[in-house]
C-alpha cells in the first residue's frame, strides 16, 4: 500500500542546519507529488515545501524559502528537505505527504497519504 515515512528530525540550534527524508513506498515519485508540511505547537499545519512527479516543480512557502530545498532521489523512491538558517520559528512537527497527481499543488488539502511526522526543535 502507500506510504510515507519521515525521519532525520531533531534537535539543533538557531542557524543549524538538518535534513528531513521522506521514504515512499507502494508507488513510484513519477506519477507522484510530495509535500512537506509542518504544524507547530498551537498553530495550524501549513505547507513548507512541494515537488510534483515527473517534472519535480517545487514550491516553497515564503517563510522558507531560499533557506529550505526540497529535492527527490527517483531511484531509491526518497524526497528530502535540506534545512538550513533555522530559526526557533522552525519548530514544528514535519510531515511528509503524497498526492496521486504530478501537477504541483501544495495544500495539505491536495494531500491524501500522510506520515506521522518528525520533531524538529530549533533551540538555544
Known amino acids: 500500500q502507500v506510504q510515507v515515512v519521515e525521519s532525520g528530525g531533531g534537535s539543533v540550534q538557531p542557524g543549524g542546519s538538518l535534513r528531513l527524508s521522506c521514504a515512499a513506498s507502494?508507488?513510484?515519485?513519477?506519477?507522484?507529488?510530495i509535500g512537506w508540511f509542518r504544524q507547530a505547537p498551537g498553530k495550524e499545519r501549513e505547507p513548507v515545501s512541494c515537488i510534483s512527479g515527473l517534472d519535480g516543480s517545487t514550491y516553497y512557502a515564503d517563510s522558507v524559502e531560499g533557506r529550505f530545498t526540497i529535492f527527490k532521489d527517483n531511484a531509491e523512491n526518497m524526497v528530502f528537505l535540506q534545512m538550513s538558517s533555522l530559526t526557533p520559528e522552525d519548530t514544528a512537527v514535519y510531515y511528509c505527504a503524497a498526492r496521486p497527481r504530478i501537477s504541483l499543488r501544495c495544500g495539505s488539502e491536495w494531500y491524501q497519504y500522510w506520515g506521522q511526522g518528525t520533531q524538529v526543535t530549533v533551540s538555544s
Open positions: 507502494g508507488f513510484t515519485l513519477d506519477y507522484y507529488s
